[in-house]
């Protein structure tokens, strides 16, 4: 029953099934003769060729650097200049001269900043570009991640449709060993039944297995806004057997430095500083200089005047604001300790995993699934001969079946764990030399 059990949960995995000499085995990915609806073909490279060129997510992305890159052109802008009119002495009561007695003031004001605060707030835009940047290539990595592992939960549920149908024709076959049997009376009808009962089973899998095949066609066109109708008919190219070749667990580690959320870390601490520069330059005093000309109508005259105007920094020197910001840089150093620590972690549990799986695998194919096969072949010429019962051959099918879904479950979880390092270490191992 566990073994059972176990096989139910693995269902949505597969791998390649083929009838052959009437039993079931293992095999490279080939067409077989099933109505699956599959055209379209793409290949992993084609998918995320597409994903990236029409991914709603990366194209977010983009328009968040072009606004960060905004926001550095406005913080290098100095201040605009002031221009006031103002009109003195109009409409003075029990004085009918009206606009004669008044005086017009033109007055026009300039503020120049000090400290350096245009060339530090331009600086801090400028990192914030750089930072929007890391955040993109981030979530193009995400992306990539997300393909290959939808990319291989499609070839996972193709070869599932592959084995169950395949399983269902043996069954079929069995059933019809049954039933001439039952006919010629050399068993009792109970046996027919319950390979009737046997082959209704496999007809419920194979629809519920055609349906997770439809659901990973859609979860894969997704990435790429691909139509409901151009969903349908995706068919995923590949082995799930391609699993690249990882390095040891030190040459990994080493790459972790490529992982974004570690490589952004100088910049991060950048910004930091940029942002404490910009604290403590605030308090320093600006300038504004002013220039009016004041125009009496009455008499004609005219006077010049001119201003300087200068804040007083008596209390408010910024003093909060600038421990605030020496927190932050000193939060963001322990944050990157932090972060690299749980990455090593990460990645020496995936390194783990990965082994382990990889054992396992090598267990199944090599030890259990020739026993299997074996006794799969044994049981149905006993069955045919009259030696053993129809019990005995749906237990040898059921045990290889199994077996063959373990390993395939074993295959997937080998190229899903590798996609996961690659993401961890920034990127395809191949590209990087690993």
């Not at 750089?130 to 939808?150: F, I, S």
């Not at 952004?264 to 330059?281: C, F, I, M, N």
């Not at 201003?307 to 408010?316: G, I, K, N, Q, R």
Request: glycine letters at 8%; one cysteine or more.
């Amino acid at each position: 029953m566990a073994l059972h059990t176990r096989f139910k949960r693995i269902l949505p995995s597969c791998f390649a099934v083929v009838i052959s000499s009437g039993t079931l085995s293992l095999a490279q990915p080939a067409p077989v003769a099933h109505p699956d609806g599959v055209a379209g073909s793409v290949t992993l490279a084609q998918a995320m060729e597409l994903a990236l060129s029409r991914s709603p997510i990366l194209m977010a992305g983009e328009a968040a650097v072009e606004a960060a890159a905004g926001r550095g052109v406005q913080a290098g802008l100095r201040p605009n200049p002031e221009l006031e009119i103002e009109v003195e002495d109009v409409g003075v009561t029990g004085d009918e001269r009206g606009l004669d007695a008044s005086i017009f003031v033109v007055r026009a004001a300039q503020t120049f900043e000090r400290g350096g605060k245009r060339a530090k707030r331009r600086r801090a835009a400028l990192i914030e570009v750089e930072l929007a940047r890391w955040d993109a290539g981030t979530e193009r990595l995400d992306l990539m991640a997300a393909v290959k592992t939808r990319f291989v939960d499609l070839l996972a549920a193709q070869e599932r449709v592959r084995m169950v149908f395949a399983a269902h024709e043996l069954g079929s076959k069995v059933r019809n060993v049954a039933a001439e049997r039952v006919k010629s009376g050399k068993v009792s009808p109970l046996e027919l039944t319950k390979a009737d009962v046997e082959l209704t089973g496999r007809r419920v899998e194979l629809r519920r297995a055609e349906r997770e095949l439809s659901a990973a066609r859609s979860a894969l066109a997704l990435l790429w806004n691909a139509p409901i109708s151009e969903a349908g008919k995706l068919r995923a190219e590949g082995s799930i057997r391609d699993v690249p070749e990882l390095p040891g667990l030190a040459a990994l580690e080493a790459a972790l430095a490529n992982n974004p959320d570690v490589a952004r870390w100088p910049t991060e601490e950048e910004l930091a500083q940029a942002v404490v520069d910009q604290e403590r330059a605030a308090p320093i005093s600006d300038v504004t200089l002013s220039a009016a000309v004041a125009h009496e109508r009455e008499s004609g005259s005219e006077v010049v005047e001119f201003a300087v105007s200068v804040p007083l920094p008596l209390f408010d020197r910024n003093q909060g604001n600038i421990a605030a910001a020496l927190a932050e840089q000193e939060g963001a150093r322990q944050g990157q300790l932090a972060v690299a620590l749980a990455l090593r972690a990460e990645l020496a549990g995936e390194w783990q995993e990965l082994q382990a799986t990889k054992e396992e695998a090598a267990s199944i194919e090599n030890e259990m699934l020739p026993g299997a096969r074996r006794a799969f072949e044994a049981a149905q010429q006993g069955y045919r001969s009259g030696k053993f019962e129809y019990l005995d051959v749906l237990d040898a099918q059921q045990t290889l079946f199994e077996g063959e879904m373990q390993l395939l479950e074993a295959l997937s979880d080998l190229r899903q764990t590798a996609v996961r390092i690659e993401r961890l270490v920034g990127g395809s191992l191949r590209s990087q030399g690993l």
